[in-house]
T-cell receptor, first 111, second 113 residues
Framework: GNSVTQMEGPVTLSEEAFLTINCTYT??????LFWYVQYPGEGLQLLLK?????DKGSNKGFEATYRKETTSFHLEKGSVQVSDSAVYFC??????????FGAGTRLTVKP | ETGVTQSPTHLIKTRGQQVTLRCSSQ?????VSWYQQALGQGPQFIFQ???????GRGNFPPRFSGLQFPNYSSELNVNALELDDSALYLC????????????FGSGTRLTVV
């Protein structure tokens, strides 16, 4: 079945550091790929998405490129801020619109 | 455009009891999915409803059941509660294909004692 594996956290960075959170997937067919963010006490918010190979999703300085050859969708940001501290989830949606999530990566950014 | 609304926000139940959680989907969305998120874990897919029919189910026992109504709102019912059912329950709505992602509610925090 479809599944997502993302790097374990927690990740702690200083403000303005470069961020990479790795995500790889296993799926039949051509899934859509997503990154969601969850702030404390809240539900998940869609951060960015890509619906086909080589697409780049971007939002709020975050980027991720759908790499079919490596089955990856790594999240990157060039300069993180304290306000980016949250838990980040990689997810995929297959043909049946069943969204599957990774275990999440907690990011803490220190001033 | 309204988002996804879940009620109640917090709930405490005793082992063996039954619980009903409610979700109003985002305007224009006809598909509702339910997830269980244990502390420190990713959301686990419970089931999905489309046009009032169950449209997929994860690895959860039959005591987890649901409904979707003509206005696309939904309920999650859990019978014979167990301590391990303590979690954040998330509802998400989408269009039929989900290509543009899901819109999540803030969740219901269920504690079983």
């Amino acid at each position: 079945g479809n599944s997502v594996t993302q790097m374990e956290g927690p990740v702690t960075l200083s403000e303005e550091a470069f961020l990479t959170i790795n995500c790889t997937y296993t799926a039949t067919g051509y899934p859509s790929l997503f990154w969601y963010v969850q702030y404390p006490g809240e539900g998940l918010q869609l951060l960015l998405k890509a619906t086909k190979a080589d697409d780049k999703g971007s939002n709020k300085g975050f980027e991720a490129t759908y790499r079919k050859e490596t089955t990856s969708f790594h999240l990157e940001k060039g300069s993180v801020q304290v306000s980016d501290s949250a838990v980040y989830f990689c997810a995929l949606s297959g043909r049946n619109n069943d969204m599957r999530f990774g275990a999440g990566t907690r990011l803490t950014v220190k001033p | 455009e309204t988002g996804v609304t879940q009620s109640p926000t917090h709930l405490i139940k005793t082992r063996g009891q039954q619980v009903t959680l409610r979700c109003s989907s985002q305007s224009g969305h006809n598909t509702v999915s339910w997830y269980q998120q244990a502390l420190g874990q990713g959301p686990q897919f419970i089931f999905q409803y489309y046009r009032e029919e169950e449209n997929g189910r994860g690895n959860f026992p039959p005591r987890f059941s649901g409904l979707q109504f003509p206005n696309y709102s939904s309920e999650l019912n859990v019978n014979a509660l167990e301590l391990d059912d303590s979690a954040l329950y998330l509802c998400a709505s989408s269009d039929r294909d989900g290509t543009y992602g899901y819109t999540f509610g803030s969740g219901t925090r269920l504690t079983v004692v």
